[in-house]
C-alpha cells in the first residue's frame, strides 16, 4: 500500500507550489508569461535543475530563501508597501497560516509554471522586529541602527530631501510585491490587507515598472542595469568575467559569514532600500553642454561619450572598457562577453591608463575589479532594484529641468542585498562613491557631508586628456531616504515570527 502511493505523493509534491496548507484554495493560476522581464544583457537566471543541483552542493535550500535575494533586477512592476504594525499579537497570529503560504521563496521563480501570480517578499526594519518583540541581536550595527543614523555624514545625504515616511518611526516592515501587472499587484495587496485583518497600516508606497519597449531593463538616464551582479556559489553559474562571491556574502549563516547570529536568522539577507530620485532632463543637458571632442564623431555621439564614461557603460549596457570610442550592441546583448572586463589591458598601465575606462566611472568606482589586488571578495551587494515614476515628459525635455510635480518623480528604487550593511551598501556609496580620490562618482557620489549639489570633481572623464577636470554643479541623483530591513528565511517567519 505504502509503496504504491509513492508515485502519486512524488506528484502531487512536483506539481504543488511550497507550502500549500488548507489556505491554499487562494493557489494561484498556473502562469504561462514570466513575471519577470529577461532582456538579453542580463545574466539568465539559473534553470530550475542547474539550482537545484548547485544549491544541494553548497548545503543552501533555495525553497527557504526569499525569491528577491539571488534573481537580480528582473522584475516588471513591482510595488514596495512599507507598513506600521498596529496590533503585533494580531500580526503574528496571522502571519503563519494567512501570509506564509504567499510568500515566494527562490525555487519558485525559476521557471515559469511554479511561479505565482504575484510574488510576495516580506522583511522588517529593526523597529519592526522590536514592535513584534523579537529582540535577538543580529549582529549589524547599521540595520539595528537605521538608515536614518548619520546619513548626512556615512551616506552623504541631504536629509531635508527625504521622504517623511523614511526620516520618521513608522517604517516596521515591507512588502515586495512583484508581477508582471499592476491589477495583479493590486489585488494581491488586497488578498495580504484582509489576511492581516487591521493590523497594519500603510506607512508608505512605491511603485516601480520596468521602463516601456525598448528602454526595458534600461534604468531613466537610458543606460541598462542589472548586468553586473555577483555569480553566488550555490546558485548561479560564472559567465565570462563574473565574479564569484561566497553565499555567506548575501544570507546570513551562510559560507563566508563569520558573524555570529542567532540561529533562526540563517539565510535571511540585510535588504538596503534607497529611493533615489534621477533628474534626467538636467542630466541629459549636462552630456550635450559637455560634450566631448573627439574630432570622428558627431556632437551628439561626443554627448553619448561623456555620459558612457560617466557610466562606465555605453546605454546598450556594452562596456566602455571594451569598446571605448563607440557602442557595440552586440556586444551589449552577449552576456557571454558584456560583462568580461577588468580594466587591465596588455601594454598598458592598470594604475594610470583611462583611455579605456575613467577611474570616476560608477561602474568602476563601485567595483574596481583588477585595480585591487587580490580582486576584492569582501565588498559586494546583489542589485535587485527598478526604475519608478514615468517617462520624461515633452514639457520637462524641452525646459531641460525636471518637474516639481511629485507625480513626475522618477528613479531607481534601489535594492541591494548583503550580509553585513557596512560592508556592502554603505561600503560601496561611502568609502568609494562618495570618495573624493580620482573624483566622486560622476553618477551617484556626494560630498559626504549631506550639502546638496556641491561641486563635484571628477578627472578622467576626457581621453584626450586625462588630467582634465569636467567639474559637476549638480546633483544627478538625489537621495529621497531609505531603510535597512531583514529579509528573513521562510522557516524563520514559520517558526520565530509567526505565533
Ligand atoms: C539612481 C542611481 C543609480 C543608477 C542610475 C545606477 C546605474 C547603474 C548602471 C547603469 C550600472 C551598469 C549596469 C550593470 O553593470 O549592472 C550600474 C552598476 C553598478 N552599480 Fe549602480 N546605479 C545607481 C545607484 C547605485 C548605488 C547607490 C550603488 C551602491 C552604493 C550602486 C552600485 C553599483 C554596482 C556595485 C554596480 C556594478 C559594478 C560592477 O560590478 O562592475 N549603484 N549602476
Ligand atoms: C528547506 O526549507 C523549507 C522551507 O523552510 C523547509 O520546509 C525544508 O524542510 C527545508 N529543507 C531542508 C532540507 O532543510
Ligand atoms: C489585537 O488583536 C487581537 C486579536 O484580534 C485583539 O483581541 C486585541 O484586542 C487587539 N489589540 C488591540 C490593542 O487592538
Ligand atoms: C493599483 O492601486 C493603486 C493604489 O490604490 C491605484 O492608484 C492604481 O490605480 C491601481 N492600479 C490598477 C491597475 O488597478
Ligand atoms: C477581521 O476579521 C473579521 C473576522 O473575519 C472580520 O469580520 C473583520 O472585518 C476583519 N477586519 C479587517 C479590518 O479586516
Ligand atoms: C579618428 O580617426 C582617425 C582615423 O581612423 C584615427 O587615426 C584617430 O586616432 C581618431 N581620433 C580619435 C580621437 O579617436
Ligand atoms: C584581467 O583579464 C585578463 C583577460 O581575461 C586576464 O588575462 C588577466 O589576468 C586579468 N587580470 C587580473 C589582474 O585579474
Ligand atoms: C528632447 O528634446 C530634444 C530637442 O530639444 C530632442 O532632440 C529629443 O528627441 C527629445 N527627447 C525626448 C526623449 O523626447
Ligand atoms: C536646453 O539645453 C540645451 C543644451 O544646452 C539648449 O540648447 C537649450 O536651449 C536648452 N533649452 C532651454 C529651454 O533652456
Redesign the pocket.
Known amino acids: 500500500m505504502r509503496l504504491a502511493f509513492v508515485p502519486f505523493l512524488a506528484v502531487a509534491v512536483a506539481l504543488q507550489p511550497a507550502f500549500c496548507t488548507p489556505s491554499s484554495v487562494l493557489k494561484p493560476r498556473t502562469r504561462t508569461n514570466s513575471l519577470l522581464i529577461s532582456p538579453a544583457a542580463l545574466p539568465a537566471l539559473p534553470s530550475a535543475q542547474q539550482a537545484a543541483s548547485a544549491s544541494a552542493d553548497a548545503g543552501l535550500n533555495l525553497t527557504n530563501i526569499q525569491g528577491d535575494i539571488l534573481i537580480g533586477m528582473k522584475k516588471n512592476k513591482e510595488l514596495f508597501f512599507f507598513f506600521t504594525i498596529i496590533n503585533s499579537t494580531l500580526f503574528r497570529s496571522q502571519l503563519g497560516s494567512g501570509i506564509l503560504p504567499l510568500i515566494t521563496p527562490t525555487s519558485q521563480l525559476l521557471a515559469v509554471d511554479t511561479q505565482p501570480t504575484t510574488a510576495v517578499n516580506l522583511a522588517f526594519s529593526q523597529r519592526g522586529l522590536t514592535t513584534l518583540d523579537i529582540t535577538d541581536d543580529l549582529g549589524d550595527t547599521a540595520f539595528a541602527n537605521g538608515q536614518i543614523d548619520n546619513v548626512a555624514s556615512i551616506l552623504g545625504d541631504e536629509t531635508s530631501n527625504w521622504e517623511s515616511a523614511f526620516a520618521g518611526t513608522s517604517i516596521h516592515g515591507v512588502f515586495l510585491l512583484a508581477s508582471d501587472t499592476v491589477d495583479n499587484v493590486n489585488a494581491t495587496l488586497s488578498q495580504i490587507q484582509a489576511l492581516l485583518n487591521g493590523s497594519i497600516t500603510e506607512a508608505y508606497s512605491l511603485q516601480g515598472q520596468a521602463r516601456p519597449a525598448d528602454q526595458q531593463g534600461h534604468e531613466h538616464f537610458g543606460f541598462m542595469d542589472g548586468i553586473s551582479n555577483p555569480a553566488v556559489t550555490g546558485f548561479s553559474t560564472p559567465l565570462?568575467?563574473q565574479q564569484v562571491i561566497d553565499p555567506g556574502l548575501f544570507l546570513l549563516g551562510e559560507t563566508g559569514d563569520t558573524v555570529t547570529r542567532p540561529a533562526w536568522a540563517k539565510d535571511g539577507s540585510f535588504l538596503a532600500f534607497r529611493q533615489l530620485q534621477q533628474r534626467v532632463p538636467e542630466f541629459n543637458k549636462f552630456l550635450v553642454d559637455n560634450a566631448l571632442s573627439n574630432p570622428n564623431l558627431t556632437a551628439d555621439q561626443n554627448a553619448e561619450l561623456l555620459g558612457a564614461r560617466m557610466m562606465g557603460r555605453w546605454k546598450s549596457g556594452a562596456p566602455v572598457d571594451l569598446t571605448p570610442t563607440v557602442d557595440d550592441p552586440v556586444l551589449a546583448a552577449d552576456p557571454q562577453r558584456n560583462n568580461?572586463?577588468?580594466?587591465?589591458?596588455?601594454g598598458f598601465d592598470?594604475d594610470t591608463d583611462q583611455t579605456h575606462c575613467p577611474f570616476s566611472a560608477h561602474l568602476r568606482k563601485t567595483n574596481p575589479?583588477?585595480g585591487l589586488?587580490?580582486?576584492n571578495t569582501a565588498n559586494h551587494i546583489i542589485r535587485a532594484g527598478i526604475p519608478y515614476g514615468p517617462e520624461v515628459t515633452d514639457a520637462e525635455n524641452a525646459s531641460n529641468v525636471s518637474s516639481t510635480d511629485p507625480s513626475l518623480e522618477r528613479g531607481l528604487a534601489f535594492v541591494a542585498y548583503q550580509s553585513d550593511i557596512n560592508a556592502g551598501f554603505a561600503f560601496l556609496q561611502q568609502f568609494w562613491a562618495n570618495n573624493a580620490g580620482y573624483g566622486v562618482d560622476p553618477i551617484i557620489g556626494t560630498d559626504g557631508l549631506g550639502q546638496p549639489d556641491v561641486p563635484r570633481s571628477p578627472s578622467g572623464l576626457d581621453p584626450a586628456d586625462p588630467t582634465r577636470i569636467i567639474t559637476i554643479e549638480q546633483d544627478f541623483v538625489v537621495s529621497r531616504g531609505g531603510e535597512y530591513f531583514f529579509s528573513p528565511s521562510l522557516s524563520a517567519i514559520q517558526n520565530t515570527l509567526a505565533i
Do not use: C, D, I, M
Open positions: 565570462p568575467g568580461n572586463f577588468n580594466y587591465s589591458h596588455p592598470l575589479r583588477a589586488t587580490p580582486e
